[in-house]
């Protein structure tokens, strides 16, 4: 049966367990963090962001279509995740406005995370001064990387600077969380020894007192992380996602900066690394981006958490491309099968299948609070072929169905179930 565009804004996902609780915005950062305002000033715990860094670029994601591109993991689309041109006066006043509004929404124990390079860095450092207080910086954090091509005209640049600030002297800084057992012990004069249970330690002696060492002995980072390398291409972790920064870097981050039940803020999500570090780590999290493209990331990345999507894009079902779609009633559940979707986009590969552009798909119900999604499928690269089908739970109300296409554009139907 062919069906209904609905006009949908919010989508929640329920998640399994103790699990945290999370928002994706689709939207522009200012204006999003503006909304924020009267729910969640003063309650944030964590701000990492990883904004433009006026390189005058534009930046693409190489997307995947079709079964034979998710299992070789290379995409045929180039699409713009966003543009970098901004001259220096509309980056400085963006960035303004957003630490700004990140400064009231950080709670007063709160610490901001940004991540800039060398272009950047100084117009960067003054405003957070200007708005964080000269006395707040804590780090100035560099990122060694060696991914990348080598130059001749001048030394390679190979790092990124991470400026952290907290916002008063009450911050909740947690060193203890990052340390671990260096990979191997640091070249050094000190002596050599081994105790009754086996363990290396080394040993000397200054000023009348021997100070011991064990090489197993966890060991905080200090501000100049070489440890935390960049994503490889082919990496499994790439989301396709152009300025990807890794999983263990975020990790680092929100450990050491928020505990299990805080909000984790991230105005500029992009590859929605923040979000997946602090849902691996029991924290609440906020996500913004004005990339359709992200909220397909998003869907992936986030799995298991209780998280709602504000999806202006559900609203849009004047242009709702034609879905199909069959319901067979089982023992307690409703088996919905995709039949068609009739998207129409440009620059797709040669031979692509009608269904090919369907990145994620999923059923639900209807509430007053919005879409409620009770099953999905999304591609990955070990279920690259599209499933057709999908269970859901038979309760009162209305089944809907949510189509994501490779673009990121997503829609809702209402599904007839009789």
């Not at 990387?145 to 390679?156: A, C, I, P």
């Not at 081994?194 to 009348?208: C, E, F, M, Q, T």
């Not at 999290?285 to 998280?307: H, K, M, P, Q, S």
């Not at 089982?330 to 552009?357: M, W």
Request: hydrophobic share 35%; proline share 6%; with cysteine.
């Amino acid at each position: 049966m062919t069906l209904r565009p609905i006009d949908v804004s919010m989508e929640w996902h329920t998640g399994t367990g103790d699990c945290p609780k999370g928002r994706f915005i689709l939207g522009d950062a200012v204006e999003s963090l503006e909304a924020l305002l009267p729910e969640y000033e003063g309650k944030v715990k964590l701000v990492y962001m990883d904004p433009p860094f006026m390189t005058g670029d534009r930046f693409y994601m190489r997307v995947r279509v079709g079964k034979e591109q998710w299992e070789k993991g290379r995409g045929s689309m180039a699409m713009e995740t966003f543009s970098d041109r901004m001259t220096r006066d509309e980056y400085l006043s963006l960035l303004r406005r957003v630490l700004a509004l990140c400064h009231r929404l950080l709670c007063e124990e709160g610490m901001i995370f940004v991540h800039i390079d060398y272009r950047a860095h100084p117009h960067v450092r003054l405003l957070l001064d200007e708005i964080f207080g000269e006395d707040n910086l804590l780090n100035e954090i560099i990122w060694v990387y060696q991914s990348g091509g080598r130059s001749v005209r001048h030394f390679s640049r190979k790092h990124d600077v991470i400026l952290f600030y907290r916002k008063t002297v009450k911050y909740d800084f947690n060193i203890d969380a990052v340390k671990a057992v260096p990979a191997q012990p640091k070249p050094n004069h000190m002596r050599r020894h081994v105790d009754p249970d086996g363990r290396v330690y080394r040993s000397i002696k200054a000023n009348g007192r021997v100070y011991t060492y064990y090489d197993d002995e966890p060991v905080a980072p200090t501000d100049v992380w070489q440890d935390l390398s960049h994503l490889q291409q082919k990496d499994p972790e790439r989301t396709g996602y152009d300025v990807q920064k890794p999983l263990a870097l975020l990790d680092r981050i929100v450990k050491c900066a928020s505990r299990p039940g805080e909000i984790v803020l991230d105005p500029f999500a992009g590859s929605c690394t923040t979000l997946e570090a602090a849902r691996r780590g029991g924290r609440h999290f906020i996500g913004i981006d004005r990339c359709t493209l992200t909220v397909n990331i998003a869907r992936r990345r986030l799995g298991g958490a209780d998280y709602v999507i504000q999806n202006p894009s559900l609203a849009d079902s004047e242009n709702a491309p034609v879905c199909k779609a069959s319901i067979r009633t089982g023992v307690g559940f409703f088996h919905v099968f995709l039949e068609a979707f009739d998207a129409d986009i440009p620059g797709l590969p040669e031979g692509c299948a009608p269904l090919d552009v369907v990145d994620n798909w999923s059923v639900g119900y209807l509430r007053p609070e919005g879409y409620c999604v009770m099953a999905e499928y999304a591609r990955t690269r070990k279920a690259g072929e599209l499933q057709q089908e999908l269970a859901v739970p038979v309760y009162g109300g209305e089944l809907a169905l949510c189509v994501s296409d490779v673009t990121g554009r997503s829609f809702c139907y209402a599904l007839d179930r009789e």
